[in-house]
């Protein structure tokens, strides 16, 4: 499986931006798509997944309402819509791709397969 992200850039507070992640390689029906990010100098956070199968979507409690992963089964293609967007949301963000357990969903360790990261930097 290989990712490719894109879609990141300079955006002020409030303002939107939409990060896509082009998935390839051997079929992935039963792997849950990811979203992470990580802020300078902290470590990898979740943000959001979605099980390719169902589509069933996870996110993290501070982008709820704010941003949304979808995914494009045609374009074999996973995005996250941010809206609102605040300097926290400042990182580097991650696509991965993996077979995760529920209760592991949110751990980078669930995951075997990781897009190149693409920069995100709300600032006025």
């Known amino acids: 499986v290989q990712l490719q992200a894109s879609g990141g850039g300079l955006v002020q507070p409030g303002g939107s931006l939409r990060l896509s992640c082009v998935v390839s390689?051997?079929?992935?029906?039963?792997?849950?798509m990811a979203w992470f990010r990580q802020p300078a100098g902290k470590e990898r956070e979740f943000v959001a997944a979605l099980k390719w199968g169902n589509s069933n979507t996870f996110a993290r409690d501070s982008v709820k309402g704010r941003f949304t992963i979808s995914r494009d089964s045609a374009k074999n293609t996973v995005y996250l819509q941010m809206n609102s967007l605040k300097p926290e949301d400042t990182a580097v963000y991650y696509c991965?791709?993996?077979?995760?357990?529920?209760?592991?969903?949110?751990?980078?360790?669930?995951?075997?397969?990781w897009g190149q990261g693409t920069q995100v930097t709300v600032s006025s």
């Open positions: 390689g051997r079929p992935f029906n039963g792997y849950t």
């Open positions: 991965a791709a993996g077979t995760p357990i529920t209760s592991t969903m949110r751990s980078d360790k669930a995951y075997a397969y």
